[in-house]
Protein backbone atom coordinates (compact mmCIF):
# COMPACT_ATOMS: atom_id res chain seq x y z
CA UNK A 1 0.00 0.00 0.00
CA UNK A 2 1.33 3.49 -0.84
CA UNK A 3 -1.58 5.43 -0.59
CA UNK A 4 -4.02 6.23 2.30
CA UNK A 5 -7.47 7.68 1.40
CA UNK A 6 -8.99 9.42 4.27
CA UNK A 7 -13.31 9.42 4.28
CA UNK A 8 -14.48 12.72 3.81
CA UNK A 9 -16.87 12.18 7.27
CA UNK A 10 -13.05 13.02 9.12
CA UNK A 11 -13.12 16.41 7.01
CA UNK A 12 -16.24 17.35 8.35
CA UNK A 13 -15.63 16.32 11.49
CA UNK A 14 -12.35 18.40 11.77
CA UNK A 15 -13.47 21.80 11.13
CA UNK A 16 -16.30 21.05 14.29
CA UNK A 17 -13.47 21.76 17.28
CA UNK A 18 -9.74 21.04 17.99
CA UNK A 19 -10.03 17.41 19.08
CA UNK A 20 -11.61 16.29 15.62
CA UNK A 21 -9.03 18.43 14.13
CA UNK A 22 -5.90 16.70 15.89
CA UNK A 23 -7.48 12.95 14.82
CA UNK A 24 -6.95 13.98 11.16
CA UNK A 25 -3.71 15.50 11.26
CA UNK A 26 -2.49 12.92 13.25
CA UNK A 27 -4.06 10.54 10.56
CA UNK A 28 -1.74 12.49 7.63
CA UNK A 29 1.23 12.04 10.05
CA UNK A 30 0.50 8.39 10.44
CA UNK A 31 0.01 8.15 7.03
CA UNK A 32 3.73 10.38 6.07
CA UNK A 33 5.46 8.48 9.00
CA UNK A 34 4.69 5.06 6.74
CA UNK A 35 5.88 6.71 3.45
CA UNK A 36 2.38 7.00 2.06
CA UNK A 37 0.78 9.66 0.12
CA UNK A 38 -2.38 10.99 2.04
CA UNK A 39 -5.76 11.50 0.00
CA UNK A 40 -8.19 13.25 1.62
CA UNK A 41 -11.76 13.32 0.24
CA UNK A 42 -14.58 15.52 0.91
CA UNK A 43 -12.56 19.09 0.42
CA UNK A 44 -16.06 21.20 -0.42
CA UNK A 45 -15.16 24.51 0.88
CA UNK A 46 -12.08 26.71 0.37
CA UNK A 47 -11.48 26.18 5.05
CA UNK A 48 -11.47 22.69 4.62
CA UNK A 49 -9.19 22.91 1.71
CA UNK A 50 -7.03 25.61 3.70
CA UNK A 51 -7.00 23.15 6.76
CA UNK A 52 -6.03 20.25 4.94
CA UNK A 53 -3.36 22.02 3.12
CA UNK A 54 -1.60 23.35 6.61
CA UNK A 55 -1.82 20.03 7.91
CA UNK A 56 -0.12 18.17 4.74
CA UNK A 57 -2.50 16.28 3.31
CA UNK A 58 -0.74 15.45 -0.49
CA UNK A 59 -4.69 15.07 -2.47
CA UNK A 60 -7.88 16.59 -1.82
CA UNK A 61 -10.57 15.50 -3.81
CA UNK A 62 -13.98 17.54 -3.76
CA UNK A 63 -16.57 19.76 -4.83
CA UNK A 64 -14.14 22.91 -4.01
CA UNK A 65 -11.91 22.61 -7.02
CA UNK A 66 -14.51 20.60 -9.65
CA UNK A 67 -18.33 19.15 -9.71
CA UNK A 68 -18.73 16.23 -11.32
CA UNK A 69 -18.78 15.95 -15.18
CA UNK A 70 -19.49 14.34 -17.83
CA UNK A 71 -16.75 11.89 -20.11
CA UNK A 72 -16.67 14.63 -22.75
CA UNK A 73 -16.56 17.84 -20.58
CA UNK A 74 -13.56 15.99 -18.77
CA UNK A 75 -11.81 15.30 -21.75
CA UNK A 76 -12.23 18.68 -22.83
CA UNK A 77 -10.61 20.15 -19.97
CA UNK A 78 -7.97 17.52 -20.02
CA UNK A 79 -6.96 19.02 -23.89
CA UNK A 80 -7.55 22.38 -22.41
CA UNK A 81 -4.90 21.99 -19.89
CA UNK A 82 -2.51 19.98 -21.81
CA UNK A 83 -2.49 22.88 -24.37
CA UNK A 84 -1.87 25.70 -21.57
CA UNK A 85 0.92 23.36 -20.57
CA UNK A 86 2.32 22.99 -23.81
CA UNK A 87 2.15 26.80 -23.93
CA UNK A 88 4.33 27.55 -20.45
CA UNK A 89 6.92 24.92 -21.63
CA UNK A 90 7.76 26.68 -24.53
CA UNK A 91 8.25 29.97 -22.86
Do not use: W, Y
Request: aromatic share 4%; hydrophobic share 45%; with cysteine.
Amino acid sequence: MDILKIDRSFIQLAMQGKRSKAILETMVNMGHALNMRVVCEGAETVAQRSMLEEIGADVMQGFVDGRPMDLFDALALFQQDKRKNLRLASN
